[in-house]
C-alpha cells in the first residue's frame, strides 16, 4: 500500500527565510514518482518540482529544491529565500501506479 | 495557451439529484484526471481517462463515473448526490499518462443540501 505524510499541518515563517515542508512516504514499488504542488486561496494546483525515484541528484526548480533521501523514504520540499506570494497550501504527492497526496501544509509568511 | 478550464464553477444541489461537471484540458494534453478535495479526506484521486478510455480509478462507489470525447474534454457524473459529496473537484490535464506533472483547473465547488 502506498502512504504519504506530511507532518506540519501549519508552518509560519519570516520573509526572505528559507524554510523546509516535510514529507515521508511509504510504498513497495520500486519506480514512483514524487511531487509536491502549492495550493493558493483560488483553489488551483500549481506544479512545483518532480523527482523520480531513480534520480540521483536532488531536483531544484528556481527557488524550490526537494531533498531526497530514499533510504528515510523523505521528499522534503525546500524553498529558498521566502516570499509573501508563497503563503498557500503545499501537497506532497506520489505517483505509482497511483497518485496519492498528503494531507498538506499551510505555509504562512509574515512580512 | 490556455489553462485547463471547469465549468460549473460553483453548483448547489440537493440530496438525490445528479450533477455533471465539464472539463476541458490544456490544448495537446490527451490525459485527464479527476480529484475530489475535502477538509475531512483531503486530495483523493477519483479516475483517469486517456484517448477516451479510462485507464485508472479510484476507491469511489459507482455513483461516480466520467467519461472523455475525442477531443480530450471530459465529463464527471455524480448520481444520487448525498451530504458527502460536498467538495471541490479539481481535473488535471497532462501530456502522457501515469506522469504526477499535472496541470490543474481552478476546481467545480459542489455543495449538496
Known amino acids: 500500500a502506498q502512504k504519504i505524510t506530511q507532518t506540519q499541518p501549519g508552518m509560519f515563517v519570516q520573509e526572505k527565510e528559507a524554510v523546509t515542508l516535510d514529507c515521508t512516504y511509504d510504498?513497495?514499488?520500486?519506480?514512483?514518482?514524487l511531487f509536491w504542488y502549492k495550493q493558493p486561496s483560488s483553489g488551483e494546483m500549481i506544479f512545483l518540482i518532480y523527482?523520480?525515484?531513480?534520480?540521483?541528484q536532488n531536483a531544484t526548480e528556481g527557488r524550490y529544491s526537494l531533498n531526497f533521501q530514499k533510504a528515510r523514504k523523505s521528499a522534503n520540499l525546500v524553498i529558498s529565500a521566502s516570499q509573501l506570494g508563497d503563503s498557500a497550501m503545499y501537497f506532497c504527492a506520489m505517483k505509482a501506479s497511483k497518485i496519492i497526496f498528503g494531507s498538506g501544509t499551510r505555509l504562512s509568511i509574515r512580512p | 495557451k490556455a489553462g485547463v478550464t471547469q465549468t460549473p464553477r460553483y453548483l448547489i444541489k440537493t440530496r438525490g439529484q445528479q450533477v455533471t461537471l465539464s472539463c476541458s484540458p490544456i490544448?495537446?494534453?490527451?490525459?485527464v484526471s479527476w480529484y475530489q478535495q475535502t477538509p475531512g479526506q483531503g486530495l483523493q484521486f477519483l479516475f483517469e481517462?486517456?484517448?477516451?478510455?479510462?485507464?485508472n480509478k479510484g476507491n469511489f462507489p459507482g455513483r461516480f463515473s466520467g467519461r472523455q470525447f475525442s477531443n480530450s474534454r471530459s465529463e464527471m457524473n455524480v448520481s444520487t448526490l448525498e451530504l458527502g459529496d460536498s467538495a471541490l473537484y479539481l481535473c488535471?490535464?497532462?501530456?502522457?499518462?501515469?506522469?504526477?506533472?499535472?496541470?490543474f483547473g481552478e476546481g467545480s465547488r459542489l455543495t449538496v443540501l
Open positions: 510504498t513497495s514499488d520500486q519506480s514512483y514518482g
Open positions: 488535471a490535464s497532462s501530456q502522457r499518462l501515469n506522469t504526477g506533472e499535472l496541470f
Open positions: 523527482q523520480g525515484s531513480y534520480d540521483e
Open positions: 481517462y486517456f484517448s477516451e478510455t479510462q485507464r
Open positions: 490544448s495537446g494534453h490527451r490525459s
